[in-house]
């Protein structure tokens, strides 16, 4: 495993509550990404980050917002969730100068 | 745009069966395709990362390539414990910090 835990893995919440997941890294990786993944959709990029407290936008950033104030945390937020944010979030990081991103396990929220 | 199509959404082999997935990729100036495997529940596992037409990367039974439109992942003899869901992506010049892009993936399921 690449030293990702992400959590919760599942999480029930009510629509309109918000929600945070958590992304932890023990690899002093510099980039960490938040990205969804959806029944025929690809995966598809919300937040990223390229270090402590450089965060950017992604495809589908609209109702979500990160912080993220140690390199090995990576913090996703629904500020009021939805039922369209019903969805299994992966969390990726990816070392300077490497290719390759390697991902968390998941975390299945559903937002009733 | 920058997109990545799979085909097919799903294929059924025979154990030993070899066959082949496709990636098809239009991106404005490639960085790198990378191969995924992704079991259920779990998150992708990285396989391969390819940079330029012409290149190849194998291991075990998998053999990935990479021509100027589109990548192949061939498998040959497969076994059923190769059955998962397997993503390109592709990571375009001048975008986001590592951002990938992913296809919608090829569901194998390997027959004993």
Known sequence: DAGIT?????KVTETGTPVTLRCHQTENHRYMYWYRQDPGHGLRLIHYSYGVKDTDKGEVSDGYSVSRSKT?????TLESATSSQTSVY??????????EAFFGQGTRLTVV | EDQVTQSPEALRLQEGESS?????YT???????FWYRQDPGK?????????????????????A???????????????PEDSATYLCAVQARGG????????????LSVKP
Do not use: M
């Open chain 2, 43 to 63: 998150g992708p596992e990285f396989l391969f990362t390819l940079y330029s037409a012409g290149e190849e990367k194998e291991k075990e039974r998998l053999k």
């Open chain 1, 72 to 76: 090995e945390d990576f913090l996703l």
């Open chain 1, 6 to 10: 992400q959590s919760p893995r599942h």
């Open chain 2, 96 to 107: 986001s910090q590592g951002n990938l892009i992913f296809g919608k993936g090829t569901k």
């Open chain 2, 20 to 24: 082949s997935l496709n990636c098809s």
């Open chain 1, 90 to 99: 992966f969390c990726a990081i990816k070392a300077r100068g490497n290719a």
């Open chain 2, 65 to 79: 390539t990479l021509t100027k439109k589109e990548s192949f992942l061939h498998i040959t003899a497969p076994k």
């Open chain 2, 27 to 33: 991106v404005s100036g490639l960085r790198g395709l």
